[in-house]
């Protein structure tokens, strides 16, 4: 099995950077994803690791290390509308992801 | 081009019936995969069929149930309705891309009362 651990809950202030992580047990994946979803709105794609380092798309960034088990993903220049849950997610087989709870991300003003 | 597509959007059931959700996926899309989203378990896989065939399962009991049809629309059942099984049942799809990052529909709320 695995277990994806992240934080339940970050707060953050408009134009700031946050790191949120994301911690994993599990005999192999060949993929780890991020997913952005807004309260009452279907998951979107954000970024995908499948190598260690680091994957940068606009202001997102997500890093990965399999050897620590570790992944993050990194938002600059933080806005309001970045409020939303992000989450973490494997993938074993096919397309099928496994999902960490996700960490509820508020930017206040 | 049109996104995932999933019918109803809303519905109340009562314990013990049964419920059948639909997925239209993107059009060229092959791959279908179902997740059931719960406040305190988050998103949790249910399976996923490619070419008519179901390719990965996760942790559900047998009450769930899917399909998937020659033209890549897949519906999924839970028969026996538990007061748990009240969720946002979400299905995505996935293309050829190197990603393989899936595209979800907008979701199916089951309410059992």
């Known amino acids: 099995g695995q277990n994806i651990d992240q934080p339940t809950e970050m707060t953050a202030t408009e134009g700031a950077i946050v790191q949120i992580n994301c911690t994993y047990q599990?005999?192999?994946?060949?993929?780890l994803f991020w997913y952005q979803q807004h309260a009452g709105e279907a998951p979107t794609f954000l970024s995908y690791?499948?190598?260690?380092g680091l994957e940068e798309k606009g202001r997102f960034s997500s890093f990965l290390s399999r050897s620590k088990g570790y992944s993050y993903l990194l938002l600059k220049e933080l806005q309001m509308k970045d409020s939303a849950s992000y989450l973490c997610?494997?993938?074993?087989?096919?397309?099928?992801?496994?999902f960490g709870k996700g960490t509820t991300l508020s930017v206040s003003s | 081009k049109a996104g995932v597509t999933q019918t109803p959007r809303y519905l109340i059931k009562t314990r013990g019936q049964q419920v059948t959700l639909s997925c239209s996926p993107i059009?060229?899309?092959?791959?279908v995969s179902w997740y059931q989203q719960t406040p305190g378990q988050g998103l949790q896989f249910l399976f996923e069929?490619?070419?008519?065939?179901?390719?990965n399962k996760g942790n559900f009991p047998g009450r769930f149930s899917g399909r998937q049809f020659s033209n890549s629309r897949s519906e999924m059942n839970v028969s026996t309705l538990e007061l748990g099984d009240s969720a946002l049942y979400l299905c995505?799809?996935?293309?050829?891309?190197?990603?393989?990052?899936?595209?979800f529909g907008e979701g199916s709320r089951l309410t059992v009362l």
């Open positions: 059009s060229g899309h092959r791959s």
């Open positions: 690791n499948v190598l260690d």
């Open positions: 995505a799809t996935a293309g050829q891309a190197e990603t393989g990052e899936l595209f």
């Open positions: 997610a494997l993938r074993q087989a096919g397309t099928a992801l496994i």
């Open positions: 069929y490619f070419s008519e065939t179901q390719r």
């Open positions: 599990t005999s192999g994946f060949n993929g």
